[in-house]
């Protein structure tokens, strides 16, 4: 900011179509590099965009160095005609020096004094339309602040809670238009508790900057906790929350070879108890070493948590392979679905906890990746630990308030193609044997 109005000055003594259009083309090239940042291992080059910025900072420092060093040509016509009027002499001729100042006629000409105050502008306009301002501002805060209070969800039974996995592809559809609210629609539909996102990155250029969780936060009147930051250069995982989040870390997991991945391990307090919550976000298949290592982190995390545990994750492998298996063994959970053999990326898994439903929402065009959702029961306080293993497709079987909703049709086998729909199988419903 500090180089802006020499800046300025160059552009304006520079050929306007050409400084704008090479200005247009920097910005086109550096929204580019802002997308290569999460996606270098679908770009060639990319990985300098990722892990080595400060080279790319250096040469965006040197472009700017280049440009202070340019000097403006003053225009020929301008200097001739102010050499003109400086050779002009105060004679008996023309007006004095001192007569002009003075603010005395010649020919009928007025030449007034002018004395300039080079702050009344600022104290007739810009102080009044400052001081609205911060009115407005104030105003439009305390308004937003009454969506800030968030109250836990009253249900028919308290230990009951819902948990859903969505790449949210950083808010925009596969058109490439922006979705937040129909984003926001649809996790309304579904109901669910406690949401993990992937893809949730923000500040970045081609997103308008904005802040993802901190929108779907005040939208949905839940509790965010966005994940590494945006600076650690990952796809971004969010954790979002109609409980209170008691406490939570922040985990770049190992990532030798390629992207990094982020994970978010949370507590959260759910009518009094608390359960542990994991959503991450693992690299991609192409890098084993990666997945391996990533594995066998998340596998300690959930391993080393004393509290029933929820995963959500994008794992990129499919089940039965070497990285699923180490997730259930080493890290102690259960899959919601094991039978459910048709998944690459999304996964549910659990401890401590009796699950009660599965259900697969297609994206409808709203993003590149279903929604998985599950619900589960908190035991209660003495109660001993018994899972349901019994598997029902047809909600007559469960009581009411145990349904998903109807918002999106029924039981759907196969893929559903269209708007947002069941679909894999599923809901499907857990039963006591």
């Known amino acids: 900011m500090s180089i802006w109005p020499a800046m300025i000055d160059r552009l304006f003594c520079r050929p306007s179509a050409r400084t704008l259009a090479l200005a247009n083309l920097t910005y086109v090239i550096l929204t580019l590099g802002s997308v290569w940042v999460v996606a270098y291992n679908f770009v060639p080059g990319g990985e300098y965009t990722r892990e080595r910025t400060d080279v790319l900072l250096g040469v ?154 901190g929108w779907f936060e005040e939208r949905l009147g839940m509790h965010a906790d966005f994940g590494p930051s945006t600076r650690d250069h990952t796809w971004g995982a969010t954790l979002l929350s109609k409980y209170p989040i008691v406490s939570s870390q922040h985990h770049l997991l190992p990532s030798p070879e390629g992207e990094l991945a982020p994970a978010v391990s949370a507590t959260i307090n759910i009518t009094g108890s608390l359960v542990d919550f994991v959503v991450v976000h693992m690299g991609n298949d192409r890098d084993d070493l990666d997945r391996q290592l990533q594995a066998q982190e998340l596998a300690r995390i959930m391993d080393e948590s004393p509290n029933p545990v929820v995963f959500l994750g994008y794992v990129t492998s499919a089940p039965g392979s070497r990285d699923y298996n180490v997730l259930l063994k080493k890290g102690r959970v259960k899959d919601i679905d094991s039978t459910d053999r048709h998944r690459w990326c999304e996964y549910i898994m659990y401890r401590g906890l009796t699950r009660l439903g599965y259900a697969r929402i297609s994206h409808g065009g709203l993003s590149d990746t279903e929604v998985q959702m599950a619900r589960f029961r908190l035991p209660a306080d003495g109660e001993r630990y018994k899972d349901n293993d019994k598997m029902t497709t047809s909600p007559r079987a469960v009581p009411r308030n145990l349904h998903f909703t109807d918002r999106f049709g029924s039981y759907y086998a196969g893929h559903y193609y269209g708007e947002h729909h069941y679909h894999m199988s599923t809901p499907k419903y857990f039963l006591p044997e």
Not at 76 to 95: A, H, I, M, R, T
Not at 122 to 149: C, D, E, W
Not at 167 to 190: C, L
């Open 60 to 213: 965006a420092m040197a472009f700017v160095g280049l440009a202070m060093m340019t000097r403006c040509k003053p225009d020929e016509n301008e200097l001739y005609s102010k050499s003109k009027k400086e050779d002009l002499p105060c004679n008996e001729e023309k007006p004095s020096c001192s007569e002009v100042s003075k603010g005395r006629r010649f020919n009928n000409v007025a030449f007034p004094i002018v004395k300039a105050n080079k702050f009344a502008f600022y104290s007739s306009h810009v102080k009044p339309a400052m001081f609205f301002l911060v009115l407005v501002t104030a105003g439009i805060m305390a308004f937003r602040h009454q969506n800030l209070n968030k109250k836990p969800p009253v249900k028919e039974d308290p230990r009951v809670f819902s948990a859903m996995i969505w790449t949210v592809h950083f808010g925009y559809d596969n058109k490439g238009w922006p979705s937040f609210e129909r984003a926001a629609q649809m996790i309304n539909d579904t109901g669910v508790d406690v949401v993990g996102f992937l893809e949730s990155d923000c500040s970045k250029s081609y997103l308008g900057s904005h802040d993802l969780p």
